[in-house]
């Protein structure tokens, strides 16, 4: 929302609820029945109690094609005027509270809550002159509320289920600073650094600490192991200390007592459960929780005396009881508290998915009495407001979908209600599928051997992925199953993404963990009662030997068959009849028992990889065939991925232009009696490889191209009544292998070389051109896609080493987990020779045990085989997997090989097996290197985390919006942008809550557009947010977060925060030495940025040694002659010339002259610029050259011009920096101005022709006088 808004985000994860008004945010933990409404009631809120701008409606009408015409006019306009309340609340000052009418009363018991001074209470009402308010009543419906309105907080005798709450909330406020459960992966907690660099200097708005702009105050001393060269790549500073986490203990247990639950008699006196309390002073007690709240009773661990003891000090809360039997809870209690709500709401909301860290420190295991009551509970399975009902996910994930969405507040709703159903879901699959891994889930059918054996835990499927019943024998075997739920979740995602109305998929999640792929999908109602083979009505059970159609199926199917590129065709059954389909024959159509139409095993989606399935009597093109496919794959499941089918889609379209736009042009040359020379290739007939190359030669030959396209264009669109009109649009679509002969349209048929199926006679035709379309498919992705890639030799040697350690650890038992996997990393990445695993005695078990573990955990065979890996075998298992997955020969036989000839990192290797692996280490420095002893023990192995695959809906609107925005920005219209951006960010906000990827997209291209327009401040708040969520979402060190670190620098650089800025960059430098080493044409640009801010600070030796590494790496990447080069040869020479070593700085301003000169010219501005600045060099070197001269002949009576050495100033620096990271400002005259936004926009619209993807940033065009452009 616009200026100083409400934005209310919840996260239902948790029950966190972020509620910001301007700069300020404050964040609530509620349980879920409140919260859900309240959710649901800040959705209406945000578009009833918000003013439309034009740039609303106008993106409105443009972004969004659900809506009708007459959505407008539902949203309705409601002046929302604040008002202050008086709170008065026992013990404390009365305070004001700023309310809004359209708050509800819970949302004013949720600031209570979270307040420092009153976040104890939990079990209260709110009291207006005696009368008790009703928690989901509107402000503004409750009679005599006004301005002053005297509020009064009332307690209220607690039952059970609110003493359970209160003991909840107490133990997540002590708790609030623990980085226990971010560590261990629960409760969608994760970890957060960004605190700890930048030290309160960022603030609210960036504006808190100036002090770091006064240069004798920075310490510019990067740390050792981050200077260029340096080959040192410690683990430890990965995870830096947090000084907050430092343990404030204010109790050494609080637990549930072993008295519970209450007897009769003791109910009949108010007892509702008992808890069991240590001090930090070491005082036990016990304390009873009653109907009036709680007092000291005189129960021992071993006696049971329930009656109050002398003195009983009864307290309404908890911690009121705390604070006066324990000096040091009440001082380390308050302490906490005031940290708490110093801290950033984005380091303690909790994220949508669970993200895990794969290091992590040694952290004590405290008594929690919540977290075991969770445990064992299966908390998931459940809801507060819905006690001892397991979920039905299916009817959830299935209504949330029918809900109405013909507005957009229906869609927010709808797309709000989906989102959080599908994260509950993901949560509960993944405990469900590691609980099945466990061995602690009865199979359903438990007579069947371990790999066949299926599951059902809180109304959720659990099937293997493994070959049951040679289903999978002709594509592949269990290679083939193993492939098939991720190819079948694709298939759901693409599905769920068109969101046909009436058309249903099952909530799937594909969880790899302990070696096994388990996938996890909602049960449609009534198929565990009847057979398969009554059930499918519509596809084949049978991969194509049996097929059936339905009606009501190729109904709603055709609407998925455009975005879907899935072409209408015909298979014959086994009486050979033909059957219509709209998908792949193994693509299932089921009707439940709840009437809806659902399709299931949708493996086949997309088409397959002609390149990896060999087909008798079929030649791919000669491009495929020069690098050597077809080759044989394991498995006959290869597909081409959904992107690679759009790319390739959007290539053909702009062949399809071409070739319309040549004939035109020939059309029009010949009706005025002139010869246009075309490439003799362009003609009807042509190839597709031909028209490849043919149009590329025609742009740059044929004069008016341009306006032809821009004409063909205009046809395309027409109706076509001009018979040469239409031959045009005949003979272009012929030639692109369009299915339409009047239009574009470009489809597949997945069933194309899939074995067993077969096709009618009178179809040869149609499948021979979609035969040839796939083969096109296949080399446009060796030759056009693949090219513009480079071999990841740490990517191939991790993944090669993935596949080998998923059969490793399925021989392996639970209680050697920790053994096997240090055996298995010291093979892997130790220079230790003689690895051998050593398992404790204690920890063998007989025979006769391991035989029957073994029938109820998945794990078969011999479980001690893991323990003769050898470091040798491993690798030549990993040089064997290369050759035989990825068709590469890896030139070494131990990591030290790969080491030295591929100039890998073995830290690099670590994280990249840990995080694929999903396995947790310890954090440390590991000795790789040793030949003495190995690198890892078991007690280094923390953990086994699942590695999760899940379907991410999107909140399509919010994206239309974002869309637009970016549109605008590209158009010139930066603040028409902005604030498109900024709804796009509240619309984001009320679909996933505050924590998402996407959300962190808009805050930083937020971030980029007011750093351009000027409000630094506004550009760092933004940032700041970025980096924070990035941390959170994505990763402490995900590539992602490395560079939203770069741009905060950029930022605080631009705020005067220098010392935060260069800390902030050796972080981002750390970082990415840790996850890809310094050979990385990337380091170049993080380089030139800690480079210039050294400069800014005169520390030029150290600037020196980063600007010349970056110069070495852009050379490397992009050439010698690259005009990145030429940048940097210029930033060198500005540094060595602040050094008065005017000779060098010379030398390598004469080198960036030299390649401006030979790019762009000697007219081009950059040249002359280059110019200007060697002759300014010059004088200076010859004015230096002559005092020394004057000096060596007149020793000290020389008469000495003084040379000025001056320090680069601040906004020299930041002019440069602005340039190396894509911003730059060019003075434009208002005249230059329009005329190069109306030829942007008309580039735009030509461009986009409803296909263009989103782009996350791009030209930005500033409103006055001048024009910053990515570069």
Same mark, same amino acid.
Request: a negative charge; proline letters at 5%.
């Given at each position: ?903 890998? /990192? $073995?830290?690099? +290797?670590?994280? #990249? ?9 310890? *954090?440390? &420095? @590991? ?96 940032? /700041? $947010?970025?980096? +924070?969520?990035? #941390? ?9 977060? *490395?560079? &939203? @670190? ?226």
């Amino acid at each position: 929302m616009k200026g100083d808004a409400c934005t209310c985000c919840y996260s239902p994860d948790t029950g966190y609820l972020e509620v910001s008004q301007g700069q300020a945010a404050v964040v609530y933990k509620a349980s879920s029945k409140p919260v859900l409404a309240l959710a649901v009631f800040y959705h209406k809120q945000l578009w009833l109690s918000r003013a439309r701008s034009p740039s609303l409606a106008e993106s409105k009408q443009d972004s969004s094609d659900h809506a009708d015409d007459g959505n407008e006019q539902e949203v309705i306009v409601i002046q929302d005027t604040g008002f202050t309340v008086k709170i008065q609340a026992p013990g404390i000052e009365p305070f004001d509270l700023q309310v809004s009418p359209q708050e509800m009363v819970q949302e004013i018991h949720q600031v209570l809550m979270d307040r420092e001074d009153t976040c104890h209470r939990t079990c209260f009402s709110l009291q207006l002159d005696g009368n008790v308010l009703d928690n989901f009543a509107e402000l503004k419906s409750i009679e005599g509320l006004q301005e002053g309105s005297l509020l009064k907080v009332v307690e209220e005798p607690y039952t059970v289920r609110e003493a359970r709450i209160h003991v909840r909330h107490i133990r997540d406020l002590l708790k609030s600073l623990d980085p226990s459960d971010a560590y261990n992966g629960v409760d969608c907690n994760s970890l957060s650094f960004l605190s700890v660099f930048t030290d309160g200097d960022l603030g609210d708005s960036g504006k808190r600490k100036k002090k770091g702009s006064e240069l004798e105050q920075i310490d510019c001393t990067p740390p050792e192991h981050i200077l260029p060269g340096s080959k040192e790549r410690p683990l430890m500073p990965l995870q830096p200390q947090n000084k907050d986490w430092k343990p404030l203990q204010c109790l050494k247990v609080l637990t549930m007592s072993g008295w519970n639950p209450p007897p009769g008699n003791r109910k009949m006196h108010g007892d509702l459960m008992y808890l069991y309390v240590v001090t930090v002073e070491d005082r036990h007690v016990s304390i009873t929780a009653s109907t009036r709240g709680y007092y000291l009773n005189q129960s021992t661990t071993y006696t049971f005396n329930p009656k109050p003891a002398n003195p009983s000090f009864l307290s309404h809360s908890l911690v009121e009881l705390l604070i006066q039997i324990s000096p040091a809870f009440k001082r380390n209690f308050t302490a906490l508290q005031k940290k708490r709500v110093q801290r950033h709401p984005f380091e303690r909301i909790a994220t949508p998915f669970q993200v895990y860290s794969w290091t992590a420190p040694q952290m004590d295991h405290t008594m929690d009495c919540v977290r075991a009551e969770d445990a064992y509970t299966s908390r998931l399975g459940y809801e507060e407001h819905i006690p001892g009902q397991t979920r039905e996910w299916n009817e959830e994930l299935q209504t949330t979908r029918e809900l109405p969405r013909k507005n957009l507040p229906e869609r927010l709703l709808r797309e709000r209600a989906i989102f959080k159903v599908h994260s509950d879901f993901a949560a509960a699959a993944t405990r469900g599928a590691m609980a099945v891994i466990d061995g602690n889930v009865m199979a359903i059918n438990p007579g069947e051997e371990t790999r066949m054996q299926m599951f059902i835990w809180n109304n959720i499927f659990f099937s293997l992925g493994f070959d049951v019943r040679d289903h999978y024998r002709e594509l592949g075997g269990d290679a083939a199953a193993h492939a098939a739920p991720t190819n079948d979740l694709n298939g759901v995602r693409a599905y769920s993404a068109v969101d046909v109305e009436g058309l249903y998929t099952l909530g799937t999640v594909v969880v790899d963990y302990r070696g096994y792929r388990v996938t996890a999908q909602s049960i449609i109602p009534g198929i565990l009662e009847r057979e398969q083979e009554q059930s499918v009505i519509y596809g084949s059970i049978d991969f194509g030997k049996t097929v059936v159609s339905h009606p009501k199926y190729l109904e709603l199917l055709e609407k998925t068959s455009r975005p879907l590129k899935v072409q209408r065709h015909a298979v014959l059954n086994e009486k050979d009849v033909a059957v219509e389909l709209y998908s792949s024959v193994e693509c299932k159509g089921i009707i439940g028992n709840d009437s809806r139409h659902y399709i299931l095993d949708l493996l086949r989606t997309f088409p397959p990889d002609l390149n990896f399935l060999p087909v008798e009597g079929e030649e791919l093109s000669v491009e495929s065939q020069k690098q050597g496919y077809p080759r044989q794959h394991r498995h006959r499941l290869a597909c081409l991925r959904q992107e690679l089918i759009e790319a390739f889609v959007e290539h053909r379209y702009l062949l399809f232009m071409k070739m319309a736009a040549l004939q035109l042009m020939q059309q029009k040359a010949n009706k005025d009696g002139k010869s246009v020379a075309l490439p003799e290739s362009i003609t009807a007939e042509a190839s597709p490889e031909v028209l490849e190359k043919a149009p590329e030669e025609a742009d740059e030959t044929i004069p008016g191209l341009a306006q032809a396209k821009e004409l063909a264009e205009t046809l395309a669109a027409e109706d076509g009544s001009d018979p040469k009109s239409r031959e045009v649009v005949f003979n272009a679509c012929k030639a692109v292998g369009s299915i339409s002969n009047n239009s574009f349209d470009i489809r597949f048929n997945p069933d194309i070389f899939s074995p067993g199926v077969r096709f009618p006679e009178a179809s040869a035709e149609d499948i021979r051109k979609q035969q040839q379309l796939l083969k096109d498919a296949a080399a446009f992705l060796v030759s056009c896609q693949i090219p513009s890639l480079r071999i990841g030799i740490t990517e191939l040697i991790t993944r090669c080493a993935k596949h080998i350690f998923k059969t490793y650890l399925q021989g392996v038992e639970l209680s050697a987990l920790s053994a096997a996997v240090s055996h298995f990393l010291n093979c892997f990445l130790s220079s230790y020779p003689d690895a051998v695993a050593h398992l404790p005695a204690d920890e063998l078990v007989s025979r006769k045990k391991n035989r029957k573990r073994r029938n109820r955990v998945p794990g078969a065979g011999d479980n001690t085989a893991w323990a003769n890996l050898t470091p040798s075998e491993l690798w030549k298992s990993i040089g064997t997997e290369a050759h035989g997955y990825y068709h590469f020969t890896l030139q070494c036989e131990s990591v030290d090989q790969a080491v030295e000839k591929y100039g890998l /990192q $073995k830290i690099t +290797l670590l994280r #990249e097996i840990s995080v694929k692996a999903g396995i947790q280490i310890l *954090i440390k &420095e @590991y000795n790789f290197d040793s030949r003495h002893k190995p690198a890892f023990t078991e007690e280094d192995i923390l953990n086994i985390f699942p590695v999760v695959k899940h379907v991410n809906p999107k909140a399509s609107d919010a994206f239309h919006f974002f869309q637009s925005g970016q549109a605008k920005v590209q158009q010139g219209f930066l603040k028409e942008g902005c604030e498109l951006i900024n709804e796009a960010l509240n619309l984001f906000n009320n679909v996933y809550g505050a924590m998402h990827v996407e959300i962190c997209a808009c805050l930083r291209l937020l971030a980029r557009l007011n750093y351009i327009m000027g409000d630094h401040p506004e550009a760092l708040s933004n940032q /700041q $947010k970025a980096v +924070l969520m990035s #941390e959170r979402v994505l990763g402490i060190e995900h590539p992602n977060t *490395i560079q &939203e @670190y770069m741009h905060l620098a950029l930022y605080c650089f631009a705020n005067g925060q220098l010392s935060t800025a260069l800390k902030l960059l050796y972080r981002a430098r750390y970082l990415m030495l840790l996850v890809c080493g310094e050979d990385h044409p990337e380091m170049a640009l993080l380089d030139s940025n800690i480079g210039l801010v050294l400069h800014g600070v005169m520390e030029y030796d150290l600037s020196l040694r980063f600007l010349e590494n970056a110069l070495s790496i852009n050379s490397k990447y992009h050439g010698p002659r690259s005009l990145k080069v030429a940048l940097s040869h210029h930033l060198v020479a500005r540094v060595y010339e602040s050094k008065a070593e005017f000779r060098s700085a010379l030398q390598h301003e004469k080198e960036g002259y030299t390649i401006y000169k030979n790019q762009v010219g000697e007219a081009h501005e950059k040249t002359k610029e280059s110019s200007e600045y060697l002759k300014y060099l010059t004088q200076q070197a010859v004015a230096l050259q002559r005092t020394m001269n004057e000096i060596y002949k007149n020793g000290s009576n020389a008469s000495i011009v003084p040379l000025k050495f001056t320090a680069p100033s601040m906004a020299s620096v930041l002019e440069q920096l602005n340039i190396i990271n894509g911003i730059i400002f060019i003075p434009l005259s208002q005249k230059d101005l329009e005329t190069l936004k109306v030829e942007v926009q008309r580039r735009q619209q030509l461009q986009d022709s409803g296909k263009s993807q989103a782009q996350q940033e791009g030209i930005a065009l500033a409103p006055d006088d001048k024009l910053p452009v990515d570069d």
